[in-house]
């Protein structure tokens, strides 16, 4: 992996621990061969096994077991000079040194193969041997890191089998930490199933990848590899694990994660003791975010010292507020769901409500066209909720949807709320009328017609709807890409597939397995339209590095139904929501932050990335700026600064602070090559987590000046 530290996704654990167990890897058990990986941490003791060695120092790397013979390579690495001692049944090796067992070994004689003093570091192979071992005559303690490859063969009949435990469960949950327990130490051959009787929502079980060994290898059997699809109430079939380490994703809502250990003891987890100078934790290094709770940030910027125009409503999907257990508003199975709205008065940067109770993790919402309402998805779920934007309050709730509606969108007319429904193949969409008009009650509203996609499982996630009518579809489960028509109602083209498009990051490599996790499309500038996906890489040698792909759907290329590729290009860790500016200029990302760091640091934190457009000359489309962001970086969405000009107000999952980017800065910022410039300040948003989707009321992600938005009314 050379360079590669382990972070991001694997925030399930802290760090793993003493490493005082192998780590048993890519076994393939059969009746009478095992062959395996063990990397072991070691201290020598005074050995128990051959008679007069009772004052040496021993350290066993592969013990004696009944019937048992061992055949492969040793290498090591100890803090003394040792001796390498290889038992093997007697008569067996030419010119050995007699040996005569005790202990475990009683009655046993054999033929002992040492090779005395060899140094504190080497390899050393094996045959035919009844136990390996690392030793010291001069009976000095000694501490070593020792690999073993090596193939165990049962002389006659089969191998003994080990012990398994008993099947071991875990709850899948709409709460942090999601997965319970979210890291579980096993051992192989032990039997694992999630159970999700107690899920609101839909929930895969999707392995990301499985670890094989210290130096990183990953089994690309384990690439995106989904063992289970869950319906609320579902328990997946048992899953034996072979040994390794497993990092697991909900598909859907991929910052759902767990560790399952195979093998490996991690003490770190359970707080026996403390991992600061273990092994493992060098190799595996820190982890950027986990499943709460979480540090607070101390580096917060002050508030912006202008203000901005209006309100910013941010999704904070992980909020506990305790007000939640008041009333009756309790959501599925009487229970208070996760979540809030936090709406923020962009004059004064203080907090002025806080939305919560029938939410079930909120995840993105949009304004209607006056402003007078707020379209609030719930992503743990099945339903829409509509707020009263002037009084802050539901206004109707339990609007039935598909399961897990991810995103929202409302028409400029008002005729129209469009949601993409995360664990199917469609967009619903309502009549807004109806959602807005208080004499209808909220179960007599259904969908007034779908768009399906034409790809199974399509799973559309953070989708952008143009006021033309366009929508940028990002099939986020299916690892395809389309626009579509709300007027047509159907897809303009054949969805691309972007595994199949070359990474100029990685020469000679495809994209590969990806999700494109959200999509968006600019105005038309000079004939040209600029169609931007955000990429999340999910091959094991660039997971969750990030890539835009960017396409032309602008009159001189065709249109949306001949989308031309202008380019794919590298940014930071884990891109999610990346909207073009209303006026075109720019592309600010958010990057979650990555799991691997392949060519420098930057590129595992999370990070603020903006790309500056060209509609002359597409080769000069680049990465312009790189802003510091908060751990979990998310949500973007545009909103208007008193006196004129954009603010880009940018959430994160794990930090509840809204950063607010002045985008009348960002050339000042490049040109002085300092990205603080661009930074206006940070909003504290107290004890709200789980920072997601954002919006501005009025919101200028489709009109650049506040003249031309239909809802700057009740800001005026």
Known sequence: MNKAVLGAIVAAVAVF???????NLQNVDAARLKRSIETKQLTSDFEAFGVGHEQHQIAVVLPPQDNVLYSGRLTFKADKSVDVAIVHPKGTFPGAVPYKGQGQLEGFEGDLEVYFNVGSEGSWAFNNAVAVALHNAKGEQFNATVTVYYQARAVTGELPQPQVEMPRTIVVSEFVPWFVPSALQIQPGTSVQWDASEAASVHTITVVTRITDLQLNMDKEFTAKTLAILNPGDRSQVWKPDAGVYVYVCAIHPYMVGVISVGVPYNAITGDSDPANDITTQKFASWIWGPGPWERPDSIQPKPTTPGVGEVWVDAQFDSMKDKYLGTMLGKFAKPWPGSINVIDANTWERKARIGQG????????????????????????????????KHEIFKNYITTGMDPAHVAVTPDNKWVVTGINA?????????????????????IKPEFSIRASVPLAGPHGFWLTPDGLIAGPYHMANHIAVLSLNERKEMHRPINPAQLDDPAAPGKKLGVG?????????EINGHRYWVTAFVMLEQDRLLQGRLLIYDIGEKVGGPSNPTLVKVLKVNGTPIQSPIT??????????????????DEKHAKAAITVVKLDYEDPSKIDVALVIPGYSGTHGVSYGYKQGGGLYAYVTAKFAPVL??????KIEEAIEKNDPMIAVAGDVDLGDSWGGMGVIAIPNANWYPTLDENPAKGRFQ
């Open 659 to 664: 950063r607010v980017i002045d985008v009348e």
């Open 424 to 444: 199917g193949s469609e967009f619903q969409v309502f009549d807004a009328s109806k959602m807005f008009d208080p004499n209808v009650k909220a179960e007599d």
């Open 359 to 390: 939410l079930n993790n909120p995840h993105n919402l949009w304004e209607s066209a006056d402003g007078k309402f707020v379209v609030q998805t719930n992503w743990h779920d099945n339903y829409l909720t509509v707020i009263d934007a002037e």
């Open 17 to 23: 621990g003493f490493l005082i167990a192998p780590i």
């Open 582 to 599: 209303p006026d075109g200029r720019y592309v600010v990302s958010a990057n979650s932050g990555g799991l691997f760091v392949i060519d």
């Open 515 to 523: 999700i494109p996790i959200a999509s968006y499309i600019g105005p």
